[in-house]
């Protein structure tokens, strides 16, 4: 279990990521963040030391994106470049993919997007249509994905799709490097009525030829990896514990935020020569705000507990569990601060209007919170399926 004290140097980590987001603050250029960021090595503290990383793990990256969160200028890259790709490639990549895209990765001059969500399949591994078909020592890829976030400032795009096992014939997931300017590479921005720094993109693969080299762990012997024909499961589930973990990470920021707001508000606010902080119904939301920040807190750092000690399986329930408790502390942290100020809650001088809808997207992405409680159902109760 993680130790309930963090350790001097993830205290210091905090103490120091915090400060860089309250330089830059709400109204940041995010380019610039990114890029001081990168260069302090905030945004690869979770890789290799070897590849330019910081050598930590998930716990530290959780950190950094809920400080800069808390501070108002959440990162959502961070959870796609560095905590998915990142990790699936230095745990599964081959030295010349690990070469080339790592130390880019952690510090900042290059990014990757993650390409898995499909209109007709959601996030759901055994209904993915885009598919990979050898074509002499090349593959071609075909498919369609929407909701991938951040494609235009991405320098590839790492693709799920599937291909057949030439042992069995069935379909099994694999993960591809697919550079920007690939031809037969097409994005469409999804016109989102929630404006994001990061944009959303549908992406199109149109016999999109790849070398070899472009399967994440190698060439057509490597299509599964060293690990046997369920590798490419592996390799996906791989990136998707530690993207529950960082949601977690970024809700949980987005909470802090907002209650700091309102907490700031409730203390300056005088009505009827009394700060509004000083009446218990405006203080008791925020007290109950605090504490399911908090305890949501603690399942993450369990969960990326688990998940830096190798325990998969564990960091999985774990993690859904967090992104669930983060979720749902986000959602009513920012209401209970908006409704705290008042009509001053939906102006721009206090930067927590938009928060409303982007709390949402802490339950919705990348995995809703009803298919977490059917993962706990089945996978932790061992309840039956309906489905």
Known sequence: MPTLIESDERKSLRAAVAALGTRHGRNHDREALWSEAGKLGYLGVNL?????????????????????????????????????????????????????????????????????????????????????????????????????????????????????????????????????????????????????????????????????????????????????????????????????VMTAAFAIGMGRYAVGRAVEYARDRTVWKAPIGAHQAIAHPLAQAHIDLELARLMMQKAAHLYDAGDDIGAGEAANMAKYAAGEACVRAVDTSVH???????????????????SRVARIAPVSREMILNYVSHQTLGLPKSY
């Open 48 to 244: 290799p030391e070897e590849y330019g990383g910081g050598g930590g793990g998930i716990a530290d990256l959780s950190i950094v994106l809920e400080e800069l969160g808390a501070a108002g200028c959440p990162l959502l890259m961070l959870v796609v470049s560095p905590a998915i790709c990142g990790t699936v490639i230095a745990r599964f990549g081959t030295e010349r993919q690990k070469r080339d895209w790592l130390p880019g990765i952690a510090d900042g001059t290059r990014t990757m997007a993650f390409g898995i969500t499909e209109p007709d399949a959601g996030s759901n591994s055994h209904r993915i249509t885009t598919t990979a078909r050898r074509d002499g020592t090349d593959w071609l890829l075909t498919g369609r994905k929407v909701f991938i976030s951040g494609v235009d400032l991405a320098d590839a795009t790492l693709v799920v799709g599937r291909t057949e096992d030439s042992r069995t014939g069935r379909l099994k997931p694999c993960l591809f490097i697919v550079p920007r300017d690939t031809p037969g590479f097409e994005r469409r921005q999804i016109d989102m009525e929630l404006q994001a720094t990061e944009k959303q993109f549908e992406l199109t693969f149109d016999d999109v030829r790849l070398p070899a080299e472009a399967l994440v762990g190698g060439g057509p012997s490597h299509a599964f990896g060293s690990g046997g024909e369920d590798a490419g499961l592996l390799q996906l589930f791989a990136g998707l514990n530690p993207e529950r």
């Open 340 to 358: 705290t100020l008042g009509g001053n809650g939906l102006t721009r001088e206090f930067g927590l209007a938009s928060l409303i809808t982007a």
